[in-house]
């Protein structure tokens, strides 16, 4: 099986401001992440645990769970 090219280095570091800025509202409604998974539809853990730190390309409909749980608009999780 042939190995998937990896992202630009300019998608890397948006991803990685997308779960900073996940992170942050995270800890502005003062929930833990074990609580945001559970609330995004039982999400594994370790799964939002790396969409947090940025080193996963969540689904958009993930994403939607995400801001859902925390309670806080999706736009505020992806703006620039």
Do not use: C, F, W
Not at 16 to 41: C, H, P, W
Not at 70 to 76: E, K, N, R
Request: net charge positive; glycine share 6%; hydrophobic share 40%.
């Amino acid at each position: 099986m042939p190995r998937s090219v990896p992202p630009p280095d300019h998608v890397v570091l948006r991803r990685r401001r997308i779960g900073d800025q996940i992170r942050a509202a995270r800890l502005a409604k003062n929930l833990t992440q074990q609580a945001v998974a559970e609330r995004a539809g039982g999400m594994d853990r370790a799964t939002y645990v790396r969409i947090e730190r940025g080193q996963a390309s969540p689904l958009v409909d993930s994403l939607i769970l995400i801001a859902d749980a925390i309670g806080v608009p999706l736009s505020h999780l992806v703006r620039d």
